[in-house]
Structures are given as C-alpha cells and as structure tokens.
C-alpha cells in the first residue's frame, strides 16, 4: 500500500509556463506532457517530425527533465497527439485507422522508448483510440478503424514485448462521436475489447469526463480492463453536445459536482493509478495557487 504521499497525483502541461507552475505545487509528484501543445504555445519542441521520422531534441528533453528532478516529480508522462487529418506529412495527420501509417506510428513508440531510457520522459504513454471522422466526415467506417487499430496494437504489444520496453501505454475511452472535428472509436465498452483484448502489454487510461459524455461506458468496464497505467480525472455537466467539444468542460471534480467521485477515489486507491488533473486554462487561470493547493491536499486525504 501507498504512503499518503506516494500516490502519483498531478497536472497536464500545454506550455513551458504551465509545466514550470504545476511541478511547484507542493503535492504534485506527477507531470503529464503535451508535446504539441507546447510547441504551438512555447515553441519549444520536445522532438521534431520530418519525413516520416522522429527526432529527439535532446536539449529540450534534458531541460524539461532538470526541472522535473529539481521539483521531486516522479513520473513523466506524455500524451501522444492525435489525428485531426488523414495526411502524413504531418504528426497530427498520422491516423492509427490507416495502416499505411503504421510503420510511422510505431517509430514513433521508438522515440518514446528513447526519450524514456535516456530522460525518464514517458513513463506512461497516453494514446486516444483510432479515429473514424476526420473533420466531421466519417473517413472509415467503425470496423475499419476497429480492425487497423486491433492490428497496429497487436503490433506494438508484440513490439514491447521483444524489445523489452519498460514504458507503458494506455489508451484512452472517449466520448460519443461528434458532428464536427475528429471522432474516435473507444466510447463503447466493446469498442475497447476489441482494440486492446488480446494483447497483455495495452493498458487503459480512464477519463472521468469522458465517461460522463458516453453513458453506455460504465466505471465498472473501465477497471476491469487489465492495466490501468493512468486516469485524467476531472469533470463536466455530462450533458453531450454532438455539436461542440464544449460540453468536456475539464473542470476540478469534487465530490458535490461529480455524481461517482467516490467510485473513482476508490478505484483509484485499490489500483494505485496515477492521476493527472485535466484542467482547463480557463479554470486554471481563474484558481489561485492557494485554492489548487487545497485541492491537491483534499485528493490525497480522499484517496489515503
Ligand atoms: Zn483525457
């Protein structure tokens, strides 16, 4: 059993400035990257994309590892981008659902491998379930996106295995497919079963909020599939929106604004899952350090 203080609980960074306030608070041990968003907002790169190949940069990924270390952050993860186009000259145009992408997918999990042995960044690696829209235009239909994914997991599972990758992954369940923007499949429970059931390396990491934008998803399903290396654990009204991605509000959970708060903390204390608070900007902006602190301190008397 965890102490009080080992339970891996923090943030996601979207830029330089983000990343240097969450490591700060007091109670955060954990740190979750987004290495797109910070290269639009920052310009800084953690790696560079070019060709269908991946490249570390290795000042960046030392810099940002000293200032994990000086702040007692214990686990670094990163959190893959995801496709909003089917095009692959672009990162965010790589798309699991086509296997002609798949070569370059995988390289990618070799520069993760990479970026973790040699600066601990990537612990966990977080992965949204293959997209079936793309700009509201459904671009394979749910099977198609089923089957590539099943295969390009089969293949990294297999990958992981070999090579011995001491790095996890997880995939992510989502939210009900929307009528613009990118849909992915993974908001079904057998969605899930599907993509990663027979590998033994997948895990899952649950979104609480997502969950509340896909009710036929139980909190049940979700910690029962095998690992479950991480959980974004924040809330909304859990009215879906199939026209915006505004109803994933990404606020603070508590136990007065989200209905399974407890189901949740109590997952999280048996399973030990590591969690990252997937705040919005806007409420990040309107808390003060003080109100995070309180909440930083009140999870872990929650999950203790
Ligand atoms: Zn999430």
Redesign the pocket.
């Known amino acids: 059993m965890l102490s009080k203080e080992e339970y891996l609980i923090g943030f996601h960074a979207r830029s330089m400035e983000e990343l240097l306030r969450v490591v700060s608070f007091k109670k955060v041990n954990l740190v979750e990257l987004k290495p797109d968003y910070i290269q639009r907002r920052s310009r800084v790169s953690l790696y560079e994309y070019q060709d269908g190949k991946f490249t570390i940069n290795h000042k960046v990924a030392e810099e940002i590892r000293e200032i994990c270390y000086r702040h007692y952050i214990a686990q670094i993860q990163l ?1 893959v981008p995801f496709e909003t186009k089917n095009d692959p000259s672009e990162e965010k145009g790589l798309c699991y659902a086509n296997k002609e992408h798949h070569d370059t997918l995988i390289a990618r999990f070799e520069m993760i491998n990479e970026l973790y042995e040699k600066y601990s960044i990537g612990a966990v690696a ?1 992965v949204h379930p293959p997209a079936f829209r793309l700009e509201g235009k459904e671009v394979w239909s749910i099977d198609e996106a089923i089957a590539a994914g099943r295969k390009f997991f089969a293949r990294l599972d297999a990958l992981i295995k070999e090579r011995r990758y001491k790095f996890k992954v997880g995939i ?1 369940n989502m939210v009900n497919p929307k009528k613009s923007g990118s849909s992915c499949i993974g908001y079904l429970p057998n969605q899930i079963d599907k993509l990663i059931g027979r590998t033994s390396e997948i895990g899952i ?1 649950i ?1 609480s ?2 969950r509340l934008l896909a009710h036929e998803m139980s909190i049940a399903r979700l910690f029962s599939y095998g690992d479950i290396v991480s959980m ?1 654990f924040h809330t909304n009204s859990g009215e879906f929106d199939a026209d915006s991605y505004d109803d994933d509000e990404h606020e603070f959970a508590t136990e007065k604004n989200h209905v399974h708060y407890w189901r949740y903390i109590a997952g999280i204390r048996r399973r030990d899952t590591p969690v ?1 608070l ?1 705040i919005s900007r806007s409420q990040m902006k309107k808390l003060s350090d003080t109100e995070i602190g309180m909440y930083l301190t009140q999870l872990r008397n929650h999950i203790w």
Do not use: T
């Open positions: 959190h977080v992510e990491n979104d909020g997502h974004h990252i997937e």
